[in-house]
């Protein structure tokens, strides 16, 4: 089984409409991440989670909140998703502080904003 | 804020031949990690350089980190199509301070195809 999964895997919506995606890990890590991808553009953080009880913005926050409803599980939602708020989205565990600790991340989920 | 970013984009080349990617900053980072991506999965770690000047080899695949660690570069040789993916570098902080966080700034990625 998968570390790190992420539902759904793929999503289409349209403009407005409130979209949450979720993860899960089997790691015990304590750091979990969100991130969005776009060509050309690599992986910009979204949210960024310590423990259950941190939460820190990342550099494209705007539009977007998170909920880490336990230490395996750290959802992502789009209260009123916008077009340009489509992209691959995702989430990522790292065992703790230092940056040179490996990131695990999970499939993805590709989400789609008509 | 830090960036980085990879050139070429894009890479196309035929199985045996040798590729570089480049990895570029004007930041100073305390690591430099490089991933590999395939499509429809997440990112991969290959490889992290902490040392300014630092090598490591894995295989087929060449990774160094600048001696100013603001840069790094990857290279494969004779490249075969299991290679084919986008290579992702990031670069990462140690922070002073718990709440300054411990996040990676991740360049563009280069797409590295190559052909049988």
């Known amino acids: 089984d998968a570390d790190v999964t992420q539902t759904p895997r793929n999503r289409i919506t349209k403009t407005g409409k409130r979209i949450m995606l979720e993860c899960s890990q089997t790691k015990g890590h304590d750091r979990m991440y969100w991130y969005r991808q776009d060509p050309g553009l690599g992986l910009r953080l979204i949210y960024y989670?310590?423990?259950?009880?941190?939460?820190n913005k990342g550099e494209i926050s705007d539009g977007y909140s998170v909920s880490r409803q336990a230490q395996a599980k750290f959802s992502l939602s789009l209260e009123s998703a916008i077009p340009n708020q489509t992209a691959l989205y995702f989430c990522a565990t790292s065992k703790d502080g230092q940056v040179d600790n490996e990131q695990f991340f999970g499939p993805g989920t590709r989400l789609t904003v008509l | 804020t830090q960036l980085l970013e990879q050139s070429p984009q894009f890479l196309s080349i035929q199985e045996g031949e040798n590729l570089t990617v480049y990895c570029n900053s004007s930041s100073v980072f305390s690591s430099l990690q490089w991933y590999r991506q395939e499509p429809g999965e997440g990112p991969v770690l290959l490889v992290t350089v902490v040392t300014g000047g630092e090598v490591k080899k894995l295989k087929r695949l060449t990774f160094q980190f600048g001696d100013a660690r603001k840069d790094s570069s990857l290279h494969i040789t004779a490249a075969q199509p299991g290679d084919t993916g986008l290579y992702l570098c990031a670069g990462g902080i140690n922070p002073a301070r718990k709440a300054a966080g411990n996040k990676l700034t991740f360049g563009g990625g280069t797409r590295v195809l190559v052909k049988p």
């Open positions: 989670s310590f423990d259950v009880k941190d939460i």
